[in-house]
Each structure stands twice: as structure tokens, then as C-alpha cells.
């Protein structure tokens, strides 16, 4: 750097010229920061995302403006890495900044203002000049993303200011953590109440086995409503679709008096075999599955592409 280029007898360039000298002697792996050699009052920037926050493994570049009154007023901040809390490009509003010169301490340093910036990233904007409120998933994204390649940015001086200081940190960058690298998608999917498995499955055959369609009867009482259940438990084989689910079927019908003494009520002695007239409601349930096969037959050719509309398909 050419200091004899500036008045070393100035109060504000002294002050700059022994905070260069100390950031350099004494080198952070969280930040890192150096003034234009062709203007002391500009530095470049980089500084880590925040352990165990959305940012952590980001390199995030900027720019400092210090005033001609510096230290006794603050420097302005700008972003230059899109990071989902601070515009870029735009003076940010903190409290060690130029937008609250009643919070600024003459003692604090560059040093000082790039450790409270990493420490104010996690925190709640608010609404303050300057911030943003993207969402952590869309932080942890230009997490990794700011890793790849330093902004562009002013003149070839600054640029290669910029290049420099993102090798720098990239030397000192931990891993990204695990939780930025994956990319979470939303996936929407139709629950079933009733028992379903697809399985590949090799066989082509259409397949449609009814096993044990189980009747279950409510007492009976003479004249009254009687609820008769038939449970059928189904597996449909469609070439590659294999599906297995038990289907309920619910029959209400009035038994007369005589009636009766054809049925037994289930009770702690257990059933009495099904009568001649329970057909219906067995054949009423394979019906039943046989529509149900057609309809997943269907679904699993749409599925896979095959025309089955109007060329007398299924």
C-alpha cells in the first residue's frame, strides 16, 4: 500500500493506517477487511455466516464507507452477497452504523463493526432500513450458494480486493452443514384409510382373489332393522401393480318374526354357518372388487402412458 499517497499526520488516516496494520498482524477466519489501496477511506469485506444459524457456511462480501471524521463518526455498511437478511447494495440501518451516529464509539474499530454485523444477521430485522425476511430454507440455499464465486463489483481495483479476501476466507471456511446443503421439497400424497401396498411385481396377469368374505350379524329381534356386514379382504395383481386392500361391505334389511330361527345371534358361543340367501351379499362384494381391479388397471395405464380412450380399451 502507498501510505505516502496520504497525510499520515491526519487524525483519521493515522487511525486507519494502525487498524490495516492490526488486521493484518493479527488475522480473524470469522471476517476480513482491507481498505482500497487507492482510497483508505473504502474497505472491502468478507465475514463467515454465524455458527448454528441458517447463514453458517456462507462467505458474505460488502463494502465500508468511513467518513473523513472517522473515528468520532461511523462508517456506513453495504452488502454485496445476496444473503436473505440485508439488501445488497444498500446502506443498512445498525446501530454501529451511519443511521444511529448517537450509538457509535469512538474506541470501537473496524474489527469492532464486522463482529457485531456477523452477531446481527440471525437477529429479527424488525422492519429496519436495509433489511430483509426471507425464509430460513431460502437462507441456507445462498448459504452455499455465496461459496461458489465473489460478487462483481466497481472497478478491476475493488474486484480484485474482492477476489483476494474470498480466497482468503474460503482457506478458512468450515463444511457446510448438512441441514444448507439439502433442498427441502413438499411433497403431497392421498391417505388411505384402508389397507394399501404397491409392490413391483413381475407376473401380467390381472388378478382379482376374494378370501374369506365374513358375515357378521347384529342380534335379531323380530320386525326389527337387522345390519348384516360383509368384509372382504382383496388382492389385485395389474402386470407391475400389485395392490391389496379389504373393502367393508354394509347391507340393513327388516327381519320378519319368522325369520328368526335362521339366525343365531354372535354372541359368546360364536356363529352359526351363513345361510343360502348370504350369496347375494358375498357376490355383491366380488362385484365390487372386480370394479375396483378395472378402476386401478385403468389408473396404472394412464399412469404409463398407454392410450386406452378411444381405441375399444379399457
Known sequence: MAEEKFNRKNPAVKRILQEVKEMQSNPSDDFMSLPLEENLFEWQF???????????????HGRIQLPSEYPFKPPSFMLLTPNGRFETQTKICLSISNHHPEHWQPSWSVRTALVALIA??????????GSLDYKKEERRVLAVKSREAAPKYGTPERQRLIDEIHEYMLSKATPVPQQNLEQKSVESSNNIESEEEVQMNPD???IADVAGAEIQQNPVVDGMIVEDVHEVQVNANAGPLNVRFSAGLSVSRRVAAGETSQH????????VP??????FFTWA????TIAIT???LKKF??????????????
Open 301 to 314: 395405464l394412464k399412469s404409463s402412458g398407454h392410450d386406452f380412450g378411444s381405441d375399444g380399451g379399457l
Open 264 to 271: 343365531q345371534v354372535q354372541g359368546s358361543e360364536g356363529t
Open 274 to 279: 351363513k345361510p343360502a340367501d348370504d350369496r
Open 120 to 129: 446481527f444477521m440471525p437477529t429479527n430485522p424488525g422492519g429496519a432500513l
Open 285 to 288: 362384494a366380488i362385484g365390487l
Open 294 to 296: 378395472v378402476l386401478l
Open 204 to 206: 401380467n396377469d390381472i
Open 46 to 60: 468478507a465475514i463467515r455466516g454465524p455458527a448454528d444459524s441458517e447463514f453458517e457456511g456462507g462467505i458474505y
